[in-house]
């Protein structure tokens, strides 16, 4: 076990993004991608929170059976929607007995038909409660390019300056160009901010849900690259593609100084492990 700040010291670090699956099928897929992914012996592996309902327990069910069945090291991601401080409370002490070292405290999306009200209005009232016993590496979202919700850039990089006086380091909300990351850096620089950012790399296998995704989350998808994909003859080309695209901008990343690379696998396997190839990513 690590926490992954004490990770994020020694050099960069690999990290992968899944969501709890919903149904057996899409359970077996996790199982499979896990098992092809492990190999690869990333520093850490993050596990997404559901909008609200009753499938939150899914994210503590997936990081349960890491924690048994592999050796990764999970993060548990956590949101404020709907949720009051003791059951944050309750949740945490449960984290603690199963050995889950790391949390990313997030503010959420209110969905659009369940329960909002709750305890946490902004992430920061959240990761001050998961930051308080002193036992989790605490991690926050970034946006290269803006949160939607923040009305200027001066408010957003503030805002995230005072997550990060308390958090440990930052995970960004997917991008594709380098230089959304190289402006973010910079700015925190600016406001005396030097904690980790790690930047997050989606590589695209299929158009449609990444532009509804960007749409959500505010990232652009640059004319260039909906170009090149539009040109693709068939999925296969698609995903070639999107990887290509991947490796690069990972690559620029590093070279950019980037202290680790946190691939959005959308639980599968394949791009992950040519992003990782490519880019002599794996850990011995
Ligand atoms: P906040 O930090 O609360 O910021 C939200 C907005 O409020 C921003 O505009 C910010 O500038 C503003 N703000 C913050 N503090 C204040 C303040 N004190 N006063 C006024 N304004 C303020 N969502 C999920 O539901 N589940 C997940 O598992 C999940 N994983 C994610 C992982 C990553 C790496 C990222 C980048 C995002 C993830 N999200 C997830 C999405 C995230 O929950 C949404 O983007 C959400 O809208 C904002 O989360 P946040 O933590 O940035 O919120």
């Not at 050099?11 to 899944?18: A, K, M, N, Q």
């Not at 605490?138 to 009305?151: I, K, L, Q, T, Y």
């Not at 959005?264 to 396997?269: I, W």
């Amino acid at each position: 076990m690590a926490r992954i700040a004490e990770r994020l010291a020694s050099g960069p670090t690999l990290s992968f993004e899944f969501f709890p699956p919903k149904t057996a099928g899409a359970q077996l897929t996790l199982g499979r991608t896990i098992a092809a992914v492990e190999p690869l012996k990333p520093d850490f592996v993050s596990v997404t929170y559901g909008a609200g309902g009753s499938d939150r327990h899914r994210t503590g069910d997936v990081v349960t059976w890491m924690r048994r069945e592999t050796d990764l090291e999970p993060m548990a991601h956590l949101t404020c929607v709907g949720h009051h401080r003791d059951d944050v409370a309750s949740l945490l002490v449960e984290y603690r007995r199963l050995g889950v070292e790391n949390i990313l405290a997030l503010g959420g999306d209110p969905p659009k038909d369940g329960d909002v009200a709750g305890d946490y209005q902004f992430a920061s009232d959240l990761i001050a409660d998961v930051a308080a016993p002193g036992c989790f590496s605490v991690g926050v979202a970034a946006h290269p390019e803006m949160h939607p919700r923040s009305p200027d850039r001066a408010s957003d990089r503030r805002h995230l300056a005072d997550k990060l006086s308390v958090a440990d380091f930052a995970v960004t909300q997917f991008f594709f160009e380098v230089e959304h990351y190289i402006r973010l850096v910079d700015e925190l620089s600016d406001l005396g901010v030097d904690k980790p950012v790690v930047p997050g790399v989606m590589p695209i296998a299929n158009l449609a849900p990444i532009q509804r995704m960007a749409a959500m989350n505010g990232t652009e998808i640059p004319k260039w690259l909906g170009e090149r994909i539009a040109a693709a003859d068939d999925p296969a080309e698609v995903a070639r593609i999107g990887t290509e695209v991947a490796i690069d901008l990972a690559g620029q990343l590093l070279a950019a100084g980037a202290p680790g690379i946190h691939l959005y696998t959308l639980n599968r396997p394949d791009a992950a492990q040519r992003v990782c190839a490519a880019l002599d990513l794996r850990h011995d």
